[in-house]
């Protein structure tokens, strides 16, 4: 940003579009004489990484990690789908489902857990797949502001090695890491005395939990979960930045 020449710096706004494509930064800061840009992905007062689906024609494992989800995982949430179709027919709101977790949230859970670890036997780099589609294929410096607190928070994703170089005129001040991404699934399970909630344990430092929950007033046949990491590497640099 600092390089003296007769170069612009651009500041670009991305389209909703680069999410889909695996790009989650919000504001991409770049110019053209070098190689060089900064990502920014931007949250304010939440650190939640997606908020993924759950639902009847949703296929999360080609989506998530291209692998079409199994006849067994169909075969066992349709029947969950079907009887919450039939709800929202009905205009039943999901406050006036009195087992909605025997009935919705544990089994479709199990389903879910029971397909990852089946398409992981598939695909050994379903790990590394994951986290991607998580948390997105360019590197990028996560800012997260926290208003109770009056702090912003910074997390540097840096997986290719494309954050933090130095310019011709000027050194970097610190060094960002190069982060591992995970390979091997240690274990995935329900999280201790909760019915809505995943915890999912892979190597090299990653930690995820999944909590599914409904996004709307009336039933309908698609749950959102709330993705959120509760583990990072410890190449993850997180700073902490106190406001006046």
Known sequence: MVEINDDV???????DGAGIAGDVRDIVIRRQDI???????????????????????LDFGDEWFHIPCSNTYWNAV????????????????????????????IPLLEAFMN?????YNLDQALPRKMVEYLIGVCDYYKVVSIDSKRMTLIHTFNLHGTLNHSS?????????????????????RFKPGSNTTVEMYLNNGWELSFRIHNA??????SLKFDIQFIGMPISILNIECRWN
């Open 115 to 119: 397909e990852v670890l089946a398409s």
């Open 216 to 221: 709307s007033t009336i039933v309908e046949p």
């Open 35 to 57: 190689a060089w840009e900064v990502g920014l992905s931007v949250k304010h007062n939440h650190e939640a990484v997606k908020h993924s689906r759950l639902s009847h024609r």
């Open 78 to 105: 349709t029947p969950i789908f079907d009887y919450l179709k039939k709800e929202q027919i009905n205009g039943t709101a999901w406050s006036q489902l009195s087992n909605k977790e025997t009935d919705v949230y």
């Open 168 to 188: 011709t005129q000027k050194v970097s001040a610190i060094e960002v890491p190069i982060v591992e991404l995970p390979t091997e699934i240690i274990a995935i």
């Open 9 to 15: 710096v651009s500041l670009e706004f991305q389209k």
